[in-house]
């Protein structure tokens, strides 16, 4: 039987390098965790395109 955990998804946002990859986990409204992996090429173009939003 595989053990229980309580979910601890909240928490801050968090960008990390792992390997060759980058992982972003986005905490999401009513717990859990949005957890999405990026080439370094795919995490500039979602940066450009968050500062053209932002301004």
């Known amino acids: ?4 955990k309580p979910r601890t998804g909240d928490g801050p946002l ?3 390098k792992e390997g060759r990859g ?8 009513g717990g859990g965790r ?4 990026l080439s370094p090429d795919e995490a500039g173009a ?5 500062k053209n939003v932002v301004g």
Request: aromatic share 0%.
């Open 1 to 4: 039987m595989a053990a229980m």
């Open 14 to 16: 968090e960008v990390v």
């Open 22 to 29: 980058i992982v972003m986990r986005v905490p999401l409204e």
């Open 34 to 37: 949005l957890v999405v992996e």
């Open 46 to 50: 979602l940066g450009d395109a968050l």
